[in-house]
């Protein structure tokens, strides 16, 4: 089981909308990545942040309401 695979769909879609939200906007790549590389994902940051996401390195947490007790 992937470590990635206990999120929702729509986490999913959160964490990596964020995360390609701050790579639009100048932040530094969690991967090394090469020009080669870059080139074949015509620099987009939703694959790059996707990219990140499989890889288990995204830096944003996901919160989760726990169920009241009584």
């Known amino acids: 089981m ?3 695979s206990k999120y ?3 986490e999913k879609a959160r964490m990596v909308g964020s995360r390609a939200l701050q790579l ?4 530094p ?3 090394k990545l090469t ?3 870059l080139k074949k994902m ?3 940051p ?3 942040a996707l990219l990140e996401f ?3 390195v995204i830096p944003i947490t996901v919160k989760r309401p726990l169920p009241k007790s009584d």
């Open 35 to 37: 020009e080669e590389e």
């Open 46 to 48: 939703v694959k790059i």
């Open 2 to 4: 992937e470590e990635h």
């Open 24 to 27: 639009s906007m100048g932040a």
């Open 54 to 56: 499989d890889s288990s």
């Open 42 to 44: 015509n620099y987009d």
């Open 29 to 31: 790549f969690l991967l």
């Open 8 to 10: 929702s769909k729509y």
